[in-house]
């Protein structure tokens, strides 16, 4: 999970997390339609899964389905399931 550290200034004075949300409400509770649709669809935004690349078939790869792949990979490879690339070379000769 990814961390974000966040420190604005103001008025001199750094506000952590607690007064930053503190903050934020207020501010939310204040403001009109417009920004509050704005708000919305950038923590919409933020919350969808990251895409890092797509399948052949057009499907997304997810940050999280490509760390579940990486691994699944490693522990074939860590019990003796893989093929060497001679293994491979005669694979491809009988395409």
Known sequence: M???IVNFVENRIIMGVPELRNELHDFINRADERFL???YAM???YNKPVIVGYN???SP?????LKNRVKAASKRVKSGDFLTQEEVDKEVENW
């Open 61 to 65: 790869i997810t940050q999280q389905n």
């Open 37 to 39: 649709k704005m708000m």
């Open 56 to 58: 052949t078939d057009g």
């Open 2 to 4: 990814r961390e974000i």
């Open 43 to 45: 923590s919409r935004e």
